[in-house]
């Protein structure tokens, strides 16, 4: 198979040629600007903030904003210090005490976790870690996950942080039905396939039009300039293509006729523009079809159960000048 | 037939998976995807990959995409050594987790260093203000401070005594400025060592062999850009102006 090469260019070493192809181009096509490819584009770069709440513990307990829990990257602003508010039920873990999960059911991964957790049976103690209060900040919450954010799970002294770990961690651990995480090297490399592409795509989107299309006009009272909102929108609705086409296609679930813990993965994601009033599924037949399928699977009320807290978002009331401010830096980064 | 790897080594990901076939003497080939010229924009490769992304693996009818699935498939499928993606829960579960973290932490900020370093300004003329290249120089600092304190610690390896993909993964990801001449391991003799560990149990010749382009990248000539794509370029670079 040929890529148009020029027919004055050097073969590469691994077609037989030298071994460094040279540099001298004669013509090119769309080129470096895409070196890093699509994901490198609109790619939101989260700043950690200190939550709102270190100031005034009894003024932020009314408020329960959801809050994208998961791509918080490390401060570029200087954090003001750890947020004295401990833990709800600060857990200085002895030996004998079993699975904890820290999750803040705000928070898109932390529901996949939840509800895999619950679905097959795992007994756990729920350890709620509010993002809002930032909890996540406090020096008993980073002897959990140093990375600072949710989930993070506790068992005996193994700590671990991140969802799909979680999530792979607990099917093997608990040795949950094949079909979760299968042992058929093509069917399990489906899996792990989606598990690593919506990093970068699905879950940017999702946080970007919730806070955009909600948590700015709504929490925050801050208008989004129209044109703004409307490119996050089609960035959604590319990737939500994208989800349909190279994923779905024609099976019942993302990565064939049953479900996986991608179908989780991406179920959680999308409630999340839905609790902004997004009608993710309306317009997509395909998409309601597979979701009616996941919702079945996993059961109703657990379903609803998890998301209770997200699809309360809109209800929240607005937050206050101080907040507003803290959350300033990290609004100019949302709004990109 | 034999396995087909759809790769640029300028790419991370793509030198993650070509190190690790190569190290585990996995039969394969290379098909190039030229991305200077643009050719993970070719119908040809689209057909392959419709994300338009390197690296892709094509076994027999089995197509996948994405760097971490592919390496999890080798493993799996030739049965490399374990320390690779070792059985032990807890230690395969580190493995995961740093794989799950580097996505945002490690390969979008070094990516960024070498735009804004080399390419934003060889590509538009332009360089980018002082006050963005600080602040992605600082993410930098702060995600690799996290990577010794939470994935190293004061282990030989991510995992303890062994490389793992974990390793492989971190390295050629923090080695992507180095295109731009900009050495991340200069600031932390704990991340020079280990960084030196995982070249010798990769082995320095396959290393360097695979990083070779990307250290030469400096030599392209991008005057021979088309001017209608230079101008996209430009446009899109905007955001990090």
Known sequence: ?336 | MVLELYMDLLSAPCRAVYIFARKNGIPFDFQFVDLLKGHHHSREYIEINPLRKLPSLKDGNFILSESVPILLYLCRKYSTPSHWYPPDLHMRARVDEFMAWQHTALQLPMSKILWIKLLIPMITGEEVPAQKTEQMLEEVKNNLQLFEEKFLQDRLFITGDHISLADLVALVEMMQPMGGNHNVFLNSSKLAEWRMRVELAIGTGLFWEAHDRLVKLEEWDCSTLNPMVKERICEFLQKYK
């Open chain 1, 1 to 336: 198979m040929t890529w148009q090469r020029d027919p004055g260019m050097p073969v590469p070493s691994w077609q037989g040629g030298d071994l460094h192809p040279g540099f001298r181009e004669r013509e090119s096509g769309r080129a470096g600007a895409l070196l890093i490819g699509p994901k490198f584009s609109g790619a939101i770069q989260w700043a950690g903030r200190a939550w709102p709440g270190s100031d005034s513990p009894g003024g932020s307990a009314q408020l329960q904003a959801p809050w994208p829990s998961k791509q918080f990257l490390p401060v570029v602003v200087p954090v003001p210090g750890p947020v004295p508010l401990g833990l709800p039920a600060a857990p200085t873990a002895t030996p004998t005490m079993g699975l904890e999960l820290y999750l803040d059911l705000m928070s898109q991964p932390c529901r996949a976790v939840y509800i895999f957790a619950k679905k097959n049976g795992i007994p756990f103690e729920l350890r709620t870690v509010e993002l809002l209060k930032g909890q996540h900040y406090s020096d008993a919450f980073a002897q959990v996950n140093p990375l600072r954010k949710v989930p993070a799970l506790k068992d005996g002294d193994f700590t671990l942080a991140e969802s799909v770990a979680i999530l792979l961690y607990l099917s093997r651990k608990y040795k949950t039905p094949d079909h979760w995480y299968p042992q058929d090297l093509q069917a399990c490399a489906r899996v792990d396939e989606y598990l690593s592409w919506q990093h970068t795509a699905l879950r940017n989107c999702c946080i970007q039009v919730m806070w955009q299309k909600m948590m700015f006009p709504v929490f925050l009272g801050e208008p989004v300039p129209p044109e703004t909102l409307a490119a996050t929108l089609a960035e959604l609705d590319r990737c939500l293509q994208l989800l349909e086409d190279k994923f779905l296609r024609n099976q019942a679930f993302l990565t064939g006729s049953h479900i996986s813990v991608a179908d989780l993965v991406a179920i959680t994601e999308l409630m999340h523009p839905v609790s902004a009033g997004c009608q993710v599924f309306e317009s997509r037949p395909k998409l309601a079809a597979w979701r009616q399928r996941v919702e079945a699977a996993v059961g109703k009320d657990l379903f609803q159960e998890a998301h209770a807290v997200v699809l309360k978002a809109k209800d929240l009331p607005p937050a206050d000048h101080a907040m507003k401010e803290k959350l300033r830096p990290l609004m100019q980064i949302l709004l990109k």
